[in-house]
C-alpha cells in the first residue's frame, strides 16, 4: 500500500478524547489508515512514497461528517414560491415540481451536492432520498456519489401516506409499502457494506410521521434489525405543525410516537427535534438515539432552534445536517458548523452557550457518532484517512492567526485547500479533481429548468 506524509501542518486538530491540537506537526498515511501522527520529527518519515508539503500554512482537521441532506433538492433551490413559506407550505409548494424529477435529474444533482460539501470539507455524509418518479431508484444516486469519492450512507426513504389517507403529500409521488420494503431488501442486499472503512452503508428511512403509516414504521425498523448496521433514519419534531400533526393523528408527542412505532434505539438518528422537550431528551438520551442538528434550514423555515446544548449536556448524540438542498440553500458545513455555534448562543441569549470547538465536534466526532462510526472523526492511528486542510493564509482568516482554529468557525471561511477521503485525494488547491464541475452544473440547470417550468 502506498504511504503519505502530510508535513508542515500548522495546527493538527485530532478531535480525539484529549482534545490535542498539535501545533507543527506531520501525519502518516497508509492506504486508506492513519499510521501515525505528532511533532514533526517524532513521525517516520523515511519510507513515504510521496510527500505533500504544507509549508507551515494549514490547519489539518478530520473530514466533516454530514448527517442529514436531500441531495435531489439541489434541482429545486429558491424556487420563488417556496422561498418564504414554513415547512408544510414550502413541501406542499414543491412536491408537484419534485413529482417531475428524473433518473438523470437524480444522477446531475447528487454529483453536484456532493461535490459542493466535499469543496466545504466534507467527506461522509448521509442522503435521504424519499421520492421515486419517472423510473428513479436510490442506485442512480448511489453511482452518481461513488463518482465523487464522497463517503456516503444512502438512506432508502419513502412516503406512503398521500392526501387522500390524511397524509400532506400528493398521492402521485407516494408508493404502495409493499413496494418500499421490496426495494429497501433488494438495496441492502446490492449495497450495504457494514465492514470498516465501508463507503457505502445503507438506512432505512420512512420519510416523516405525517407522510407514511405507522405499520411502514414498524415494519422498516424491523427489516433494518435483521441486517447488521443498517440504521434507521427521518424526520422528528420539526416545527409546530409537525407537533399538531402528530397530537392530532396519533394523540402522541413526537417522542411518544417513536418510542411506539420502536424508532428509539442506538441504531436510529431523527434529523430536527427542534421541539424536543423533557422528558423526550432524557429518553434519547436514555436509547442512544442520535440527533441530525440542522440550524440553517430550522432557520430558513423558521422552524425554531434545537435544544443542542441541553441534548448535549444529557448525554444525546448530535450531529450537523447541513439538510436542504432547498432549505438551506446552501450545502456548506462550515456555515452549518458556524451557524450551530451563533443559533445555540441567540437560543440561551448566552455568549458561551457553544464555543467555536465545539462547534466542530458536531461536526466531526458527533456526526460520526450519529451515523454509529467509530473509523472516522477523528485523526489517531488506525482510523480512516479522511481529513482535510484549511490555508490559513487567506483574507478570510487574516486577523485570527493568534487562534486559527477557533478563527475557522468564527470568521467565516468556507472552503477547503485539500481533501483526503479514503486516502484518496480529491481537493487539491481549492480545485475538486474527481470530474468537471462545468457541465455537471449546466445539466443541473437545464433539468431544473425542465422541473419548474413542468
Ligand atoms: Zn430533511
Redo the contacts with the bound molecule.
Keep these: 500500500m502506498k504511504s503519505l506524509l502530510i508535513r508542515n501542518i500548522h495546527t493538527l486538530v485530532t478531535m480525539n478524547a484529549a482534545g490535542e491540537e498539535i501545533r507543527g506537526a506531520a501525519m502518516l498515511v497508509r492506504g486508506n489508515r492513519i499510521e501515525a501522527l505528532g511533532p514533526t520529527g517524532s513521525v517516520p518519515a523515511g519510507d513515504a512514497d510521496e510527500v505533500l508539503d504544507l509549508k507551515g500554512r494549514h490547519i489539518v482537521l478530520p473530514g466533516l461528517v454530514n448527517t442529514?441532506h436531500?441531495f435531489y433538492q439541489h434541482l429545486t433551490r429558491a424556487v420563488p414560491a417556496a422561498q418564504d413559506r414554513e415547512l408544510f407550505g414550502w413541501l406542499k409548494t414543491l412536491y408537484p415540481i419534485w413529482a417531475r424529477m428524473t433518473p438523470e435529474g437524480v444522477r446531475a444533482s447528487a454529483k453536484l451536492c456532493a461535490a459542493e460539501l466535499i469543496l466545504s470539507g466534507c467527506t461522509t455524509a448521509s442522503d435521504?432520498l424519499y421520492l421515486f418518479p419517472n423510473g428513479s431508484r436510490l442506485d442512480d444516486e448511489i453511482e452518481a456519489v461513488a463518482a465523487t469519492g464522497l463517503r456516503f450512507h444512502a438512506s432508502r426513504g419513502s412516503m406512503s401516506v398521500g392526501e387522500s389517507q390524511g397524509g400532506l403529500p400528493p398521492d402521485s409521488v407516494v408508493e404502495p409499502e409493499s413496494q418500499i420494503l421490496k426495494d429497501s431488501e433488494r438495496v441492502i442486499a446490492a449495497f450495504h457494506d457494514p465492514e470498516p472503512l465501508s463507503m457505502l452503508r445503507i438506512a432505512l428511512a420512512p420519510c416523516s410521521p405525517f407522510s407514511v403509516s405507522q405499520d411502514l414504521m414498524r415494519e422498516s425498523a424491523a427489516l433494518a434489525r435483521s441486517h447488521r448496521g443498517v440504521r434507521l433514519h427521518t424526520?422528528l419534531a420539526e416545527n409546530q405543525r409537525d407537533l399538531d400533526y402528530s397530537r392530532e393523528h396519533f394523540g402522541q408527542t413526537p417522542v411518544e410516537f417513536a418510542e411506539a412505532v420502536n424508532w428509539l434505539g442506538s441504531d436510529v438518528w431523527h434529523?430536527h427535534c427542534v421541539w424536543l422537550e423533557e422528558p423526550g431528551i432524557a429518553r434519547f438520551a436514555e436509547t442512544g438515539t442520535g440527533v441530525a442538528h440542522c440550524p440553517c434550514s430550522n432557520m430558513r423555515l423558521a422552524s425554531g432552534l434545537a435544544p443542542v446544548v441541553q441534548m448535549r449536556a444529557a448525554g444525546v448524540a448530535v450531529g450537523l445536517g447541513a439538510?436542504g438542498a432547498a432549505s438551506n440553500d446552501a450545502s456548506n458545513l462550515l456555515h452549518e458548523a458556524r451557524q450551530a455555534m451563533f443559533s445555540a448562543r441567540v437560543r440561551a441569549l448566552d455568549a458561551a452557550a457553544m464555543t467555536a470547538r465545539e462547534a466542530l465536534q458536531l461536526a466531526t466526532l458527533g456526526g460520526a457518532r450519529v451515523l454509529g462510526r467509530e473509523d472516522i472523526g477523528s485523526l489517531a492511528p488506525g482510523m480512516a484517512a479522511d481529513f482535510i486542510a484549511v490555508n490559513i493564509d487567506t483574507p478570510q482568516l487574516a486577523g485570527a492567526l493568534h487562534d486559527p482554529v477557533a478563527g475557522l468557525v468564527f470568521c467565516g471561511e468556507d472552503r477547503v485547500d485539500y481533501s483526503f477521503i479514503n486516502g484518496r485525494c480529491v481537493v487539491k488547491e481549492r480545485r475538486f479533481l474527481p470530474f468537471d464541475l462545468a457541465p455537471v452544473t449546466a445539466e443541473v440547470n437545464r433539468l431544473s429548468h425542465a422541473m419548474i417550468n413542468g
Excluded: P, Q
Design positions: 442529514h436531500h435521504h424526520h434529523a439538510d
